[in-house]
C-alpha cells in the first residue's frame, strides 16, 4: 500500500489536499485551517459534517482549538492558510503566518494500521518569548443520523468518586437526546427520539438553537460516532494524573440543530519559548452487521469488542 497526495479544488472548501492510502481517503483545508473536511471509506459514506460555520464563516470539519489556562474560551487558531509536507507515511499540514505571532499550529495525518486506520498529531508551538500554559481541543462534527458515545471511567475506587459528568450552562439532564447508562453516555440528534422498543422516531417540537454539551473524564480513551452499523472510532491517552480544563474531563459531546460533534482535550502543558506540545488521535474505522441502538449498552458494548 502506498499514500497518494493531490491538490485539489472544491466547491465548498477551496483549495484542499486529498490523501489516499488503500481505501481510505482523507481531505484536509489549505485555504485555511487546517481542517479534515472528509473522511471515508470506498463505498461507505462520509460521516464528517461539513456544513457552514457561521461562527467562522468557514466549513466545518475536524479542527482544532487551543485552552489557554484561566480562559474559559478556546482559542480558534485555524484562520490561516496551510502548507503541507509529505512524510514517508503520511502529511503534516502547518499554519502558514506573518510575524508576529505566538502560536501556530500544526496536523499531521500519519497513516498506521497497526495502530489504527491513521492518525492525526495535533501539535501547538510557542513562538513567543513566554511560557505559556495550554490545552489542545480537538472538535470532529458528524452527521445527525446517528449517534455520538463515549464510555465512563473504567476506574473504580470504593472512597472516591470515579466516574465525573459535567454538563453545560443551558443544558439539562432530562434531555431526551441524552441517555446515561451504567457504562457509556451517548448523545443522538434533535431529529430522533427513542420509543419503548428501542426504535428512533421523528419527533416534533422546536430545537433550534438548543445545545445540549456533557463531558466526561473518558479514563477509558475512547469515544466515536455509529450510523447504521458503521462507525468512526478514536482512541487517545487520558492521563488521570494530570490536570485537564473544564472539570478534568477530556472527552465532550455536543449536540445542535445542525450536527453532532466529539471535543477532546489534552491535559494543560507548560512549553516554553521553542517548545511544542502535541495531542494524538488513532482513528479506527468498524462496521458491525448488527443493529446498536444507543440506548443499548450491550448492544454497544458488543461493537466495541470488536473494534
Same mark, same amino acid.
Given at each position: ?11 465548498? @472548501?477551496?483549495?484542499?489536499?486529498? /490523501? ?8 484536509? !483545508? ?46 480558534? &487558531? ?8 509529505? *512524510?514517508?507515511?503520511?502529511?503534516? @499540514? ?43 481541543? !480537538? ?7 446517528? =449517534?455520538? $458515545? ?15 459528568? %459535567? /454538563?453545560?450552562?443551558? &443544558? ?6 441524552? =441517555? ?10 434533535? *431529529? ?7 426504535? $428512533? ?5 422546536? =430545537?433550534?438553537?438548543?445545545? /445540549? ?5 473518558? !479514563? ?10 458503521? +462507525? ?13 480544563? @473544564? !472539570?478534568? &474531563?477530556?472527552? $465532550? +459531546? ?5 450536527? /453532532? ?6 491535559? @494543560?502543558? *507548560?512549553?516554553?519559548?521553542?517548545? %511544542? ?16 441502538? &444507543? ?13
Amino acid at each position: 500500500m502506498s499514500l497518494n497526495v493531490k491538490e485539489i479544488n472544491t466547491e465548498n @472548501f477551496g483549495h484542499c489536499a486529498r /490523501l489516499t492510502y488503500d481505501d481510505i481517503e482523507v481531505i484536509v !483545508t489549505l485555504d485555511y485551517g487546517p481542517r479534515i473536511v472528509s473522511v471515508k471509506r470506498e463505498s461507505k459514506p462520509d460521516l464528517i459534517y461539513s456544513g457552514k460555520d457561521l461562527r467562522l464563516q468557514r466549513n466545518h470539519g475536524h479542527k482544532m482549538r487551543v485552552t489557554i489556562e484561566k480562559s474559559t474560551n478556546a482559542v480558534y &487558531c485555524d484562520d490561516s492558510p496551510v502548507r503541507y509536507s509529505p *512524510m514517508s507515511d503520511g502529511v503534516s @499540514f502547518i499554519q502558514t503566518l506573518s510575524e508576529p505571532v505566538q502560536l501556530e499550529l500544526s496536523m499531521d495525518v500519519v497513516f498506521n494500521t497497526d495502530i489504527g486506520d491513521f492518525m492525526v498529531v495535533h501539535s501547538v508551538y510557542n513562538k513567543s518569548k513566554e511560557d505559556v500554559k495550554l490545552s489542545i481541543y !480537538t472538535e470532529t462534527p458528524f452527521r445527525s443520523e446517528g =449517534f455520538v $458515545f463515549i464510555p465512563q471511567s473504567n476506574i473504580r475506587e470504593a472512597e472516591r468518586p470515579s466516574r465525573v459528568l %459535567s /454538563l453545560w450552562d443551558n &443544558c439539562s439532564w432530562n434531555d431526551k437526546r441524552l =441517555f446515561i447508562g451504567e457504562q457509556y453516555v451517548t448523545v443522538h440528534s434533535n *431529529m430522533l427520539d427513542i420509543e419503548e422498543d428501542g426504535e $428512533f422516531r421523528l419527533i416534533g417540537g422546536d =430545537f433550534n438553537n438548543s445545545r /445540549l454539551k456533557i463531558g466526561i473524564n473518558n !479514563t477509558a480513551g475512547f469515544c466515536g460516532y455509529i450510523e447504521n452499523g458503521y +462507525a468512526l472510532i478514536k482512541r487517545y491517552v487520558h492521563n488521570r494524573n494530570a490536570l485537564y480544563p @473544564f !472539570t478534568g &474531563c477530556s472527552a $465532550f +459531546a455536543t449536540v445542535n440543530e445542525n450536527y /453532532l460533534s466529539i471535543q477532546n482535550t489534552s491535559p @494543560f502543558y *507548560m512549553i516554553g519559548p521553542g517548545e %511544542s506540545a502535541r495531542h494524538i488521535e488513532s482513528w479506527i474505522f468498524a462496521h458491525y452487521r448488527n443493529d446498536v441502538h &444507543c440506548n443499548n449498552e450491550a448492544e454497544l458494548d458488543a461493537f466495541i469488542n470488536t473494534v
